[in-house]
């Protein structure tokens, strides 16, 4: 009898230490367009087309609400507790719209027309969007290609971009900023280029 009460007070012990822990709270991450930025399309004047924003093709190992990590050439891991709020290339795809609506360089750009064909398409494809671990250190790898297509199949200007930045810290809103920015400064670049390559000559 003395040998089992010390035994019944433990595991009372013990099953009060679990009731009392508390559990990891999930942390979510957005991939958003950020407040207007001066760049060099601001100045630019509108072109009379319409463009059609088409889906985001995102590597279905980065698509999901989790977030990658890679530790080797051929290997990722997903964070238990830490997820997108949205899907990626969904919140990307808000991005690009309200890249176009906010620097009006085409006269009209949406996800999809109806009953009309656009002047333009434009596709995205996403190969790598994920953190990448070299011992202690965390970067942002972005790895991704634009392109826009005239009604008729004709590739108008292609842009493709592989970016990696290091973060300062270990954090994954960091990681989520790093993205931001990146998406931004390639959008940017491209639209830019794509302005100059749709005006008419004078």
């Given at each position: 009898?003395?040998?089992?009460?010390?035994?019944?007070?433990?595991?009372l012990l013990?099953?009060?230490?679990?009731?009392?822990?508390?559990?990891?709270?999930?942390?979510?991450?957005?991939?958003?367009?950020?407040?207007?930025?001066?760049?060099?399309?601001?100045?630019?004047?509108?072109?009379?087309?319409?463009?059609?924003?088409?889906?985001?093709?995102?590597?279905?190992?980065?698509?999901?609400?989790?977030?990658?990590?890679?530790?080797?050439?051929?290997?990722?891991?997903?964070?238990?507790?830490?997820?997108?709020?949205?899907?990626?290339?969904?919140?990307?795809?808000?991005?690009?719209?309200?890249?176009?609506?906010?620097?009006?360089?085409?006269?009209?750009?949406?996800?999809?027309?109806?009953?009309?064909?656009?002047?333009?398409?434009?596709?995205?494809?996403?190969?790598?969007?994920?953190?990448v671990?070299?011992?202690?250190?965390?970067?942002?790898?972005?790895?991704?290609?634009?392109?826009?297509?005239?009604?008729?199949?004709?590739?108008?200007?292609?842009?493709?971009?592989?970016?990696?930045?290091?973060?300062?810290?270990?954090?994954?809103?960091?990681?989520?900023?790093?993205?931001?920015?990146?998406?931004?400064?390639?959008?940017?670049?491209?639209?830019?280029?794509?302005?100059?390559?749709?005006?008419?000559?004078?």
């Amino acid at each position: 009898m003395k040998k089992i009460l010390p035994i019944a007070l433990a595991a009372l012990l013990l099953l009060g230490a679990c009731r009392s822990s508390k559990p990891v709270a999930a942390r979510f991450y957005m991939l958003e367009y950020p407040a207007k930025q001066e760049m060099a399309s601001d100045t630019l004047l509108p072109l009379p087309y319409s463009v059609e924003i088409m889906d985001i093709d995102l590597n279905p190992a980065f698509s999901t609400h989790q977030i990658a990590l890679r530790e080797d050439a051929h290997e990722v891991k997903y964070f238990v507790n830490h997820q997108w709020a949205s899907r990626p290339q969904k919140s990307l795809e808000r991005f690009v719209v309200n890249y176009f609506n906010d620097h009006g360089l085409f006269e009209n750009v949406q996800r999809s027309f109806w009953n009309v064909q656009p002047d333009f398409r434009l596709y995205i494809t996403i190969y790598n969007l994920e953190v990448v671990r070299d011992r202690k250190d965390f970067s942002a790898h972005l790895h991704l290609e634009m392109w826009l297509e005239s009604a008729q199949g004709e590739v108008i200007h292609r842009h493709l971009a592989d970016q990696t930045r290091m973060l300062e810290k270990r954090s994954l809103n960091l990681f989520a900023q790093a993205i931001n920015n990146m998406f931004y400064e390639e959008l940017n670049y491209f639209a830019t280029k794509l302005h100059f390559a749709l005006t008419p000559a004078k």
